[in-house]
């Protein structure tokens, strides 16, 4: 059904690439540039990354879903595939999903996809069941095939899977439950073998469920800041006595004796109170066993401390081998004497001799001369012969062919989107690589949507981005010569490096443009809020916040230009706000952000996306003489002494390469960085800020006796002297307003906005600006309906708050005297909850600025790096990496002759109507101010509170997006009206029949 759709998509960009005119507005747009989102019709597909995927280039090659058959369509088929294991035989092949797997349902009855769980002593089915459901997908490819003999549901799991040496089990990591699965061959298919090994650290372990309070700060004085334990990787020895495994949020290795499952010894490479960074974030384990197959030395890539360390395993010794940035997946070689390691971050394999422990070797990923990174490698294998090193590139979409002997690459691969994981066939003639996720697709029931897209989901699919996104598997025979050398070129093309030219208008605006505001939102789709408008491809049906709601989002999109083919490169907050400031993700990133928000649940994992490592601001001291949430670390104030010091230093695991490297020749890291790096200046408002001592209360603008580092709302804090925020970079902590509040849905984005005027009018009072302002602006994520302030407790009040906001910041920058040199950059983050027809991905954008064109339709497709690679063309800065060099500008928004008429901003009416605070908008009182309609909310505080009262609201998407989206269309829409469905393929076929007939006549 999905193809359906998408197929109908490339002949309508098609039908209106002529010039039309519809209420006034000049409609533009290109044959090839307009096509939407989806399959392509010469093959392959265009991501919401702008890059294109062609997973079934290569010849000979099979591309195909991890179909699990639980429903007739691909909505319950698994995501995020991250590891492959080849039996020792070569027959069998098994692949691991670790990521978004929950919350689907029976396409007939509408009832939720449960599971049992097993009990960890036993092995048999518990009374417990729930709907998270990781796969073990069991292959049989003795015969070059590739025929699934099983699935088998695991609740939670984390990357890790090994086969013993003798291929009669195999082992998996549980993620979050801290254990260890085992699985035997019992006549055709491999059972549970029990007791499974537990590691100890989460309390209640022999539960179905433990708890989730394991991690690193367990046992310590500042427990209460404590999360829990996760297993990573996985190794075995050959003889099939040992099991190490890696406790990624514990930074330790646990070693196993299989035969009796018990814990013979945990080694911890860093302790709580500890002064040197190391071993910190264990992903992956190899084994090197000794000439009788007995463990002998285990290798770990710690991908906090750049390093791999070797661990004796009878001496206990220690060895820490510096390799570059973020090492991941690690091999060693059939002889034990090489071990690979993949770094996420620097584009490159570190080549370790085992006996020596040293480095010996680094092969660069990148292409000759190209100084940006963003490939993402992130597994290899070995050819049998050891002359050739296959690596999947996760960023590029590829796979590289390394040559061993010239320790170069000989070229490149297609594969599907965000490749995790490759194994070689015996006798090393095919490649089979796993892929993390798919396009989405249409969304039209998806979370805060209305009675027409809930009318579309008659077969009760999860529309959810996560659940939408799914994992494929390839059988590539390996390509060689001119066959390889036309992959490559093909490679370089989908991921637009023939895009690396320079742009006429975007130099000329660097000679007018010298301020950028960028203004980051969260979370809505382009149909949720205009939808509605008169022109562009929306869908009025599907539009829950319209004009009155949000008349500014309205105006300026037909002020200006309409962005009505755009698209959020990231699917939730945490990738969002890494497209969203440096143009890609980290391999980190990519790994932990779909378990997370998937079967994860934040226990064990944390949101590590935005400065803060394990909930800890680690541009903070770890202590003070005075601590408090501004000076000290969280560890620090729960405990002075220090001994609870964790994560020493300032590196951010999940951050680029680059990261607060200010040199002239750096290269990397986020927006900030380049534009300081280009001697520019730089104001924070909310991005990157600590959102910690955000705790709930009765009443948010008083202190909490109870909480000591909580930090009370103030409509006025400069002025109360009231500090809000502190940065979680180092390089922002002195450019950070310290008094503008961040991440916090109990706050108003007006209170936001004034902060900033505040602020702001110090420069202006200069006649001058910050070259990037960077503005975080909230409230359109929604929630804390109980304790919001100045009565904004429903959905359409905050989404009212947030589009005045913004509303208020454009008409300040506009009658400024500096308007005339500044452009505004509003973007989300992310677009998961909400609706769409044409792709979950597609969202609003805008850029307003003098040479913006006016009353302007843009149809062509671009997505959150076009616009971060235009805000860098901007300023005149470096590029970051791979993807931003790579893409478009969005110069066709633009013009030579600039129009200086300045906006004004227009109220929306229900702001000035109970329940909110008749002082929150003094123009309220103004008759000659510009005013929406007063569209009443359908429920009440009452209700949103009562609706959302086991919600946790205090960091972003912590909660059941499933639970909450049906929460917000009862809310906005009335529990009548039926949950969204999905509508039937002739009602689709009838109804973009219809659009391009309206097209046709226009």
């Not at 998509?9 to 010039?19: D, G």
């Not at 699990?68 to 039996?87: F, I, K, P, W």
């Not at 590691?199 to 700060?217: C, E, I, K, R, V």
Request: net charge negative; charged share 20%; aromatic share 8%.
């Amino acid at each position: 059904m999905r193809n359906f759709k998408r197929k109908l998509y490339p002949l309508l960009s098609l039908l209106i690439t002529v010039a039309i005119v519809v209420s006034g507005i000049q409609l533009t747009s290109a044959v090839l540039a307009t096509t939407p989102v989806g399959e392509l019709p010469e093959g392959g597909a265009l991501l919401p990354t702008g890059q294109i995927i062609t997973p079934a280039a290569a010849p000979g090659s099979i591309f195909a879903p991890l179909a699990t058959n639980l429903r007739t369509d691909d909505n319950a088929d698994a995501a995020e595939a991250v590891t492959t294991a080849l039996s020792p035989d070569g027959k069998t092949l098994l692949v691991l999903t670790s990521g978004y797997n929950q919350n689907f349902r029976d396409e007939n009855t509408g009832d939720l996809f449960t599971y049992p769980v097993l009990d960890p002593l036993t092995g048999k089915p518990t009374d417990t069941t729930t709907p998270k459901a990781e796969w073990v997908f069991v292959y049989d490819v003795s015969n070059g095939k590739l025929t699934k003999k099983q699935q088998i549901n695991i609740p939670n799991t984390y990357n890790g899977l090994a086969w013993a040496k003798d291929g009669r089990r195999f082992y998996v990591s549980g993620g979050i439950d801290d254990r260890v699965y085992i699985y035997a061959s019992k006549g055709n298919q491999y059972l549970p073998d029990a007791p499974f090994i537990l590691l100890g650290h989460n309390s209640d372990q022999t539960a179905p469920f433990p708890s989730y309070d394991g991690g690193l700060l367990k046992d310590t004085p500042a427990e209460t800041a404590a999360t829990g334990a996760v297993v990573a990787g996985l190794a075995v020895s050959k003889d099939g006595k040992t099991l190490i495994a890696a406790n990624f949020e514990n930074d330790s290795i646990s070693i196993v004796n299989t035969a009796t499952r018990k814990i013979l010894q945990e080694i911890k490479f860093f302790k709580p109170g500890d002064k040197v960074a190391t071993g910190e974030f264990p992903f992956d384990v190899a084994l090197k066993s000794t000439e009788n197959g007995a463990a002998g030395k285990v290798f770990i890539s710690s991908q906090r401390d750049n390093e791999v360390l070797a661990v004796g395993i009878t001496s206990g010794e220690i060895v820490r081998i510096p390799v570059e940035s973020q090492p991941n997946k690690i091999l060693l070689s059939p002889d034990q004497n090489r071990l690979y390691v993949a770094n996420g971050n620097s584009d490159s394999i570190s080549v370790i001799n085992t006996n020596s422990n040293s480095v010996v070797q680094t092969i660069s990923l990148s292409r000759p001369n190209d100084k940006y990174k963003g490939a993402n490698p992130n597994s290899v294998a070995l050819n049998p012969d050891g002359s050739t090193l296959y690596v999947t590139l996760g960023g590029e979409n590829a796979v590289a062919v390394v040559d061993l002997r010239s320790g170069r690459v000989a070229g490149r691969i297609p594969t599907g989107w965000y490749p995790n994981s490759i194994s070689i066939s015996r006798d090393g003639q095919k490649l089979y690589v796993v892929n993390a996720k798919s396009n989405s697709g249409p969304n039209p029931s998806n979370n805060r949507t209305t009675e027409a897209g809930e009318a579309r989901n008659t077969t009760f699919r999860n529309e959810y981005n996560w659940a939408l996104e799914k994992a494929g598997i390839a059988i590539i025979p390996i390509p060689k010569g001119g066959t390889l050398t036309s992959l490559s070129a093909l490679v370089d093309k989908n991921n637009g490096f023939a895009n690396r030219r320079p742009d006429r208008t975007m130099r000329f605006l660097q000679s007018k443009i010298k301020h950028v505001i960028y203004v980051l939102k969260e979370n809505r789709t382009y149909d949720q809020v205009l939808g509605d408008l008169p022109v562009g491809n929306g869908d009025p049906a599907l539009t829950l916040f319209p004009q009155s709601i949000s008349p500014n989002h309205h105006k300026l999109a037909l002020d200006f230009v309409t962005f009505d083919n755009f698209y959020d490169s990231g699917e939730s907050s945490g990738v969002g706000w890494n497209w969203s400031t440096y143009g890609r993700t980290t391999d980190y990133t990519e790994k932990t952000q779909s378990v997370l928000y998937g079967n994860a649940g934040f226990n064990g994992l944390t949101y590590d996306y935005e400065g803060t490592n394990r909930n800890i601001n680690i541009a903070l001291p770890q202590t003070s003489s005075n601590p408090s949430q501004f000076n000290t670390r969280v560890t620090g104030v729960l405990d002075p002494s220090g001994q609870s010091a964790i994560l020493p230093g300032n590196r951010d695991v999940n951050a680029p390469a680059g990261d607060g490297e200010l040199e002239s020749d750096a290269i990397g890291g986020y927006l900030w960085d380049a534009v300081l790096r280009a001697g520019k200046t730089v104001r924070n408002y909310g991005f990157f800020v600590d959102g910690n001592y955000s705790t709930s209360q009765a009443d948010p603008t008083q202190p909490d006796p109870s909480n000591p580092r909580y930090v009370p709302i103030s409509p006025t804090p400069a002025a109360d002297n009231i500090p809000q925020a502190i940065a979680a970079k180092t390089v922002l902590l002195d450019k950070t307003d310290i008094y503008f509040r961040g991440y916090d849905q109990k706050n108003s984005d007006i209170y936001l906005y004034n902060e900033f005027a505040r602020d702001i009018d110090s420069y202006l009072a200069r006649n001058e600006l910050p070259n990037l302002i960077m503005v975080r602006l909230p409230h359109d994520h929604f929630g804390n309906f109980d304790n919001a302030v100045a009565g904004l407790n429903t959905a359409e009040l905050q989404m009212a708050d947030n589009d005045y906001a913004v509303g208020l910041l454009v008409e300040k920058i506009s009658k400024s005297p500096l308007w005339k040199e500044t452009a505004i950059v509003v973007l989300e983050d992310d677009c998961q909850n909400g609706p769409d027809h044409v792709d979950s991905h597609r969202s609003v954008a805008y850029i307003i600025s003098p040479y913006t064109k006016r009353k302007t339709l843009i149809s062509t497709n671009y997505n959150t790096v076009n616009v971060l690679r235009t805000m860098e063309d901007f300023l005149g800065i470096g590029y970051l990496g791979m993807n931003d060099a790579n893409a478009k500008p969005m110069s066709d928004a633009f013009t030579r002759e600039p129009d200086f008429t300045p906006y004004t901003a227009v109220i929306p009416g229900n702001l000035c109507a109970e329940p909110v605070d008749p002082n929150l908008v003094p123009a309220c009182k103004n008759s000659n101010a510009k005013k929406a309609a007063a569209i009443a909310s359908l429920h009440n505080q009452q209700w949103w509170t009562q609706a959302t009262k086991d919600f946790y609201f205090e960091v972003e998407d912590k909660l059941d997006p499933d639970k909450f989206n049906r929460v917000l269309w009862s809310g906005v829409k009335g529990e009548n009206v039926p949950y969204p469905t999905e509508r039937s393929h002739a009602d689709l076929r009838e109804n973009r029949q219809q659009l391009l007939a309206t097209h046709a006549k226009s």
